[in-house]
């Protein structure tokens, strides 16, 4: 009687642990697709931020594919979950190019993890697309070790363009001090110093910096600490969960305090309507529908295929991270991993976010603004929804009788 | 603005907010350890649960606490009864069985979680405080918790010591002689395991307004519940209550006053220490049980 009741429930248990989170690895092989590996945290604190990751690999998969693919071959995305962990990034990221003959990597997203991942591209000698990780690591290492991480490129951006873009703003907004508070987690403490020299240069001075531990975030004293330091603005460093968390707390200890997200969380639209709109809540992104027509294009298409608008960090910066590289391989015109390096070392790719061209000395993506650079944005949200406010749209430009 | 007179009164007030609503998870535990004698790792995705309901209710516009967090039990009362009937009477002679059969539930849940609201952080809107109180900050939904809370562990521990309770303590001090004088000893395991889990529903359904929500919420208040539980027994609802809040404080104070690196870490040292005295302590050996 016992067995007879507990065996539909064991079932149902183990079939669910038996549905992989990715695709059969029986599709490995296929000599007409071109298989690009994705690396990702699919589990752990970051899985929020690894699941938009997935889902704009896959937008930009469909999309490739939907144009004919790439030098007659059909796009096929193999995934892997980093968990957030460097050495199962690396496990992973040589499992992806050996068993499933990926052609290149994109991936990780954390920094420390994809420090894991390139030496997974630079053993197995394959490109790896950098879509998010910030750390001055990555761009160091490809400088004074080139011979071997000449494969890696990083789509996303660095740590003191990001922190310029941030610093731009706030200058523009005139604002004079400003507080830090952020995830201890390494790139957010080298974003912080960052934007002290970026802004101290401005003449913005910092009146209060803190971070708060991932695995105990205890936000309500840090944001006690935060709402007294008396600042014009609170940049917020962490564009996970624990955003939305402290930022709830810093309303209801400082209504007034204008509030500035490094992007993420905040950037979702349903999350960003349940805070109180009592001071202005902005968030730097990497593109915003309005901002151009191809982020606007883009903002239609991921909202169409998942039911609600992208947040323009951990979506935005993986898709074009995989849609350059196809772009490269395309303008490489054959499958030649050398001939790949070469267009990306060379040619520019229109994406979301502008046009990516990469330093030839660091494989960086060249984030310094200009008409159809790449630039950022960062928006406000407004009762409705949200509004580009950096940098300001550009007028139509009159038409000449 | 309107700050607080001092960010360490502050950190007691809140640590005594959220720790009552961990209180309450932690009591649910307490039953399903003392009656149905089985460690429930799947207690957190009940507290996942009632977030979502919270939610879910929010979106359509009943944003009201209580109301959210009745629901939130009505619900997690009926799954906690078709899991209790399902899987745990059947197999709780197995130790190992329930607790992969646990976790095998919490993944789960975890995964109809992600296909029914997405992975991403979800949020329900918080009401404004409620005033400041010499400098310190009262959240509406911090009264509501603390008073919800108590009242429900208040009214555990009368039932425990009332006529009604007799046969909860009696299962679980020789469910034999239970069974014995004629008591549906099955029945009564599966309806504390819907009771505890409806404990638990409410708690992630009161705390879900100051919170992010997502599929993995349960996972931090589960080791936190079973902390609670191991360091206060399984026999003393008011030490539950009050090593919770403890916890809850201390763990915010070591936040604020320490690294962040170090606080985790020395968390979790102080728990270990707190085991390690347990027998030693007055009121947290286990003696002079409300039981």
Redesign the interface.
Known sequence: M??R??T???C???L??A?PAGRSPSAAGRGDTLRIGILAPLSGPY??GG??FLQAARLAEEEANAQGGVLGRRVEIVVADTQGKVETARAEGLRLVSREKAFALVGAYLSEETVGAMEAAAASRRILMVPVAATAEITDKIRSERARYRYVFRAGYAIPQWAGMLSAFLAERKIRTYAFVGA?IRWNRELAKALKASLSARGIRSVHEA???P????F???A??A??S?ADILVLGDP???S??FA?RV???????PLLSVGG?LG?G??A????ATAPLFVQAAAWPGGSPEATRYGEAFEKR?G?PPSGYSDTLPHDALAVLLAAVRAAGRLETDAVVRALETGSFPAVAGAYRFDPATHQALWTGGPEGLHGTVISWEPGGARVVYPHPRPPRPSRP | ????AS??V??VA?GLFTGAAYALMAAGLVLILGVVKVVNLSHGAFFTLGAYVAYSL?VRGFANPAAAAAIAAAVGYAFGLFMG???I???RTHPFSVAV?TL??T??AE?VA?SLW?????????E??LSAVLGV?I?RQGVVCLVVSAALIGGLALFLRSRHGLPLKLIAEDEEIASAVGMDVERIRALTFAAASAAAAVAGALLA????I?P?MGRGPLILSLIVVIASGMERTGAVFGLAVALGIL??????LL???W??AL?LAAVCALLALRPALPGLSGAGSDR
């Open positions: 016992r067995r009741r507990l539909p429930f064991l149902a248990v183990l669910l642990l549905v899985a929020s699941s938009s201890a971070f708060y531990s695995g105990n975030p205890a309500d004293p840090v006690v600490a709402a007294r008396g996970g969960k624990g939305l968390e709830k309303r209801d200890f400082a209504p007034k305090l969380t979702d349903r999350v309507e349940t805070l109180p998942y609600y | 603005m309107t700050g607080p960010p360490l502050q950190i809140d929010s009937r399902s899987f009477n059947p197999v059969g095998g539930f993944l789960l995964q992600q997405g992975p991403h952080a979800l949020s329900v809107a918080q404004p405080p900050m959240r307004p100051a919170t992010a997502a993995t763990s915010s104070a070591e936040a604020y690294d962040p690196q606080s985790y968390m």
